[in-house]
């Protein structure tokens, strides 16, 4: 039986990862490492069950002990790494922890999988999923490319720039099989409530003042986390390693736009829109170029329009956060 590791499966989007591959791969033994900090929830996991198919490990990415021990128990195929600290807001507070997850636990996991699998890997494969954070931020016109260089705005987005350069050194060093993605907003159902989709519905359904950063023109890009979950399987399968792959969707929103789609789903007045001091360092635009990912991995988004997110929002205001 084929086995694959995912790092934070307990979080939003690699639980809703693992949810994938036992619903597309159901021959995979997955393992889930994940140290269940403030952002995961095993309820996400409901549906899983421990067995031969499926084991929950509770353990630090940082923790290098554990990491070889894990390595030596079971023969990973791939390891598909989520874990990280991802609020902007706490990085800008307190960066330290940032750094010693994001950059340092990545290097560890880097480290203990080579140390396992050694020169040539064959068809192993290590994925790590980032963010496009790393690259800053653009002005009102133009892309991200696979190209573009990374010029990280928070201390959250240089901690993934670090893991993502990491990444790819071990595959120019090592002949690693190490491959990078870098995905957009992600939307969708179980996403952990300090987020901003899931604050804002929060904020409605209770009938409160909706609160946005400065002018709230800032401006994202949004994708479903299916489509998003869909995309790191297609890189897994046929991505080359060593060359990061964009995974966008195109649906480009500011946050004042997003804010206004909570308000209209829940009947309420504009006015409630509130505009508090802005956060240091607040990009002004993130949008990505994924046509790589399309040509390559033959990736397209299905379900991160316009009405979809409509529809998770309606869900949200159903059951807050």
């Known amino acids: 039986m084929e086995t694959w590791l995912v790092t934070g499966g307990a979080g939003f989007i690699g639980s809703a990862f693992l949810r994938l591959l036992r619903a597309r791969r159901p021959q995979l033994r997955l393992v889930n490492l994940d140290l269940l900090s ?8 409901k549906d899983l069950q421990e067995g031969a198919g499926y084991r929950f490990v509770q353990g630090d990415v940082c923790d290098r002990r554990l990491l070889d021990a894990l390595f030596a128990q079971e023969d990973f195929r791939c390891v598909v790494h989520f874990a990280a600290q991802s609020h902007v807001d706490r990085s800008i507070g307190d960066g330290a922890e940032f750094f010693r997850t994001n950059t340092l636990g990545t290097q ?3 480290e203990a999988a080579r140390r396992a699998w050694g020169p040539g890997a064959g068809r192993r494969r290590f994925l790590l999923v980032s963010t496009d ?28 720039a670090g893991a993502d350069l990491a990444a790819l050194a071990f595959c120019r060093t090592h002949g690693f099989p190490a491959l990078v ?7 969708g159902p179980l996403q952990h409530g300090e987020k901003l989709l899931p604050t804002l519905c929060r904020h409605a359904a209770a009938g409160r003042a909706l609160p946005l950063y400065g002018s709230g023109e800032q401006v994202r890009e949004w994708i479903h986390v299916s489509d998003h979950c869909r995309g790191l399987l297609l890189c897994l399968e046929h991505g080359q390693p060593g060359r990061p792959y964009n995974l966008g969707s195109g649906l480009e929103l500011s946050n004042r ?19 508090v001091q802005d956060r240091p360092g607040h990009a002004f635009r993130y949008a990505l170029d994924h046509g790589r990912a399309a040509g390559e991995l033959g990736f397209a988004p299905e379900h ?4 979809q997110l409509r529809s998770t929002i309606r869900d949200y205001l159903r059951a807050p956060s």
């Open 181 to 187: 993605t870098r995905c957009c907003n992600n939307f």
């Open 108 to 110: 560890q996991l880097l």
């Open 257 to 275: 736009r997003v804010a206004s789609l909570v308000l209209e789903e829940a009947g309420l007045p504009a006015e409630l829109l509130v505009h």
């Open 38 to 45: 403030y952002a995961a929830d095993l309820r996400r996991l």
């Open 304 to 307: 991160s329009g316009l009405d």
């Open 133 to 160: 954070e790393v690259y800053g931020a653009l002005g009102a016109e133009g892309r991200f490319t696979e190209d573009s260089p990374l010029r990280p705005n928070s201390p959250y987005a240089a901690s993934k």
